[in-house]
């Protein structure tokens, strides 16, 4: 079973800019569609954004378009959320998903593996 691990959190003032990274363990990892969801304090777990096996679908919520990118490097066992122009509001802990089924799978949520999640936190 692919194990996943969220790096790359941490403090920044708002306008600021983090990378997120979430490597797999397992040679499976390129047969995973991918996606990043987030939970803040108080409030429920909710999608950010997600990519397709392949690379060449991306989903995103509305709040984040524009500011944050996803990617991933299969040879790297990687997937990667760029997120520019930092806001308080995106203040949460951020987890990394992934599930062998379909995209749609991962953004409503459903993905059969999570990572352990890492904090972000925006100062305003």
């Known amino acids: 079973q692919v194990q996943l691990v969220e790096s790359g959190g941490g403090l920044v003032q708002a306008g600021g800019s983090l990378r997120l990274s979430c490597t797999a363990s397992g040679r499976t990892f390129r047969s995973f569609n991918m996606g990043w969801f987030r939970q803040a304090p108080g409030k429920e777990r909710e999608f950010v954004a997600a990519?397709?096996?392949?690379?060449?679908?991306?989903y995103y919520t509305d709040s984040v378009k524009g500011r944050f990118t996803i990617s991933r490097d299969n040879a790297k066992n990687t997937v990667y959320l760029q997120m520019n122009n930092l806001k308080p509001e995106d203040t949460a802990v951020y987890y990394c998903?992934?599930?062998?089924?379909?995209?749609?799978?991962?953004?409503?949520?459903?993905?059969?593996?999570w990572g352990q999640g890492t904090q972000v936190t925006v100062s305003s």
């Open positions: 998903a992934g599930d062998l089924r379909t995209i749609y799978t991962v953004v409503a949520g459903r993905s059969d593996v």
């Open positions: 990519i397709d096996r392949n690379g060449g679908d991306l």
